[in-house]
Nanobody
Framework: QVQLVESGGGLVQAGASLRLSCAAS????????MGWFRQAPGKEREFIVA????????DYADSVKGRFTISRDNVNKAVYLQMNALKPEASAVYYC??????????????????WGQGTQVTVSS
């Protein structure tokens, strides 16, 4: 099992920045990639970005490209999501997730087998 714990969410004004962290523990060697998703009330879970542990390859959703940056710490098994120029529509619960099967990162939530509890991000206008 892989355990994931997110942190760093909060209430900010539009245009501000936040940095989310996700700490992985347990059988982290089985994780191939990590992804960030978000879910707003009444909406489906949305892919934001994913990163592969071994080579750092990344895939960003168009909605966050250029404003959000994912990074990883292979030693401490952590991933980070730097979010800049936040907009009110970014308000959601943000989840990190681990992909433990397959070779390439994917945007499908179904491919991620382990999820954190989520951290709330609220952006006021």
């Amino acid at each position: 099992q892989v355990q994931l714990v997110e942190s760093g969410g909060g209430l900010v004004q539009a245009g501000a920045s936040l940095r989310l962290s996700c700490a992985a523990s347990g059988r982290t060697f089985s994780s191939i990639a990590m992804g960030w998703f978000r879910q707003a009330p009444g909406k489906e879970r949305e892919f934001i970005v994913a990163i592969r542990w071994n080579d750092g390859s990344r895939d960003y959703a168009d909605s966050v490209k250029g404003r959000f940056t994912i990074s990883r710490d292979n030693v401490n098994k952590a991933v980070y999501l730097q979010m800049n120029a936040l907009k009110p529509e970014a308000s959601a619960v943000y989840y990190c997730a681990a992909m433990t099967m397959g070779r390439f990162i994917t945007r499908s939530a179904n491919a991620y087998s382990h999820w954190g509890q989520g951290t709330q991000v609220t952006v006021s206008s």
